[in-house]
């Protein structure tokens, strides 16, 4: 990780070396209802992420009944972690979606863990 830009007074530090690689930033993955697509993401420590770019099914526990299921999605209902991504139709961890067996609230980091899984609401 790199240090903070600033000393606890608010003076700025000088740099004294660019970016290295592992504190490279990506852009943010933004996952939307569509035909499947994933992708495979080298990160540090050659470990892997799946990027989850589109998806139209998730895998919905029903907690009263303690079983999980595999349904397509109908549409996008809300999500309130942001505005912009509300308006996009942007699904993150928190967003809420309407399904074939009721409304689900995703569970998952879709955009880091390539699966969307979610409780019924």
């Known amino acids: 990780m790199s240090r903070s830009k600033r000393k606890y007074t608010g003076k700025k530090y000088k740099t004294f070396h660019k970016k290295r690689k592992r504190e490279l930033e990506r852009p943010s993955i933004e996952t939307v209802i569509g035909q499947e697509k994933k992708k495979k993401q080298r990160i540090m420590g050659g470990n892997h992420k799946l990027k989850l770019f589109s998806t ?10 303690n079983k999980t299921s595999k349904v397509k999605i109908l549409k996008f209902d809300s999500n309130d ?41």
């Open 56 to 65: 139209s099914y998730i895998n919905v526990t029903d907690l009263k009944s």
């Open 81 to 121: 972690s942001s505005k912009d991504l509300n308006r996009r139709h942007i699904i993150t961890k928190g967003a809420i979606v309407e399904t074939e067996i009721g409304k689900a609230k995703v569970t998952s980091r879709p955009g880091q863990h390539g699966v969307m899984n979610g409780v019924l609401v």
